[in-house]
DNA sequence: CAAACTACCTGACTGC
DNA sequence: TGCAGTCAGGTAGTTT
């Protein structure tokens, strides 16, 4: 499940793999892939074919790759949902079950490869953002991430110290702060003791300070070992899986003894998933 | 305006 | 064996 550290893998192998890289031809395999794209599918594959890539860009989620043509200054714009790869590929391997959209490619040197978008509960899409090469406007809206030089720390801890809603809830709201997933979430405030219920406005400052280290450390910590894979669905632009399951210390843990103290890790149902953590560790607000 | 809820999607898995 | 039900969850859009 792509979060920040599998989207920022994936970032770093499009920019050594397929910028300078020309486009020569799009094939769209399934429509819903470029729903985000207004103007249709026949329109997004046209508008690419003879462009080039400049550049890959990533805020939270969001990945951009630049096109050549500075005065057009427009971008691809790519989510990757729950379960969106983007794999470079020879041109002679077999189409995977759920390819969406491939992008056949020509590199500076005349050779050929493919992008491809892989995605099998299609939550995830590309678009062809028109001004969109510095910051798509279309994910204006999505605050910067932990691992933005430009990251504002306090400007988040103001954010959350305002809001009624529990911090759990606002580690996933893309629009205080971005990158952070349901894995990444549960597992920062692990580290930091705290109960997702807490109210942010019953937080102290210093305590969400220790929060948002931990959220630094914990993407900073899977992105050092190449993202999170747990069910294959996620692997990065080669088709390599990741392995930070492994150092989980709550997500998926249920019943579990809680590393630290060894109270078996609790499961319950949040926001039409799951939230899990430690009840001894993470005492839970009152009701 | 903030906060909370729902639709979207496929495949692995569980229980009867 | 088959089949219905559950679960995985990020985001946009809708409702409260």
């Not at 090469?133 to 932990?146: C, F, G, K, N, S």
Request: aromatic share 6%.
């Amino acid at each position: 499940m792509p979060e920040l550290p599998e989207v920022e893998v994936v970032r770093s192998g499009l920019e050594r793999h397929v910028v300078g890289a020309r486009i020569t031809r799009v094939d769209v395999l399934h429509e819903r892939s470029v729903r985000r794209h207004a103007a249709g599918a026949t329109a997004f594959a046209e508008a690419l074919a003879g462009r080039t890539v400049v550049a890959a860009r990533r805020r939270g989620k969001y990945l951009w790759l630049p096109l050549d043509d500075a005065r057009r200054g427009d971008a691809i714009l790519a989510h990757l949902g729950m379960s969106g790869q983007l794999l470079v590929q020879p041109v002679t391997a077999r189409p995977e079950r759920h390819l969406r959209v491939r992008l056949t490619l020509e590199s500076a040197d005349g050779a050929a490869t493919e992008l491809r978008f892989v995605d099998q509960r299609t939550f995830g899409g590309l678009s062809l953002s028109p001004g969109g090469a510095e910051l798509p406007t279309e994910i204006a809206h999505i605050a910067r991430d932990p691992l933005d030089p430009e990251f504002d720390e306090a400007y988040v801890i103001g954010r959350i110290r305002r809001s009624a809603s529990g911090i759990k809830r606002l580690l996933l709201t893309q629009t205080v702060l971005s990158g952070v997933g349901n894995i990444y979430a549960d597992e920062a405030l692990w580290r930091a003791r705290i109960h997702g219920g807490r109210r942010g406005d019953r937080l102290r400052a210093t305590d969400l300070r220790a929060l948002l280290g931990h959220v630094r450390d914990v993407l900073g910590d899977a992105l050092r070992q190449g993202g999170t894979s747990f069910d294959a669905l996620y692997v990065n632009v080669n088709g390599q899986s990741g392995y930070f399951d492994r150092s989980l210390h709550a997500y998926g843990r249920v019943d579990e003894p809680c590393a630290r103290c060894g109270t078996p890790i609790r499961r319950v149902a949040f926001m039409n998933r799951s939230s899990y953590f430690c009840p001894a560790c993470q005492r839970p607000p009152r009701a």
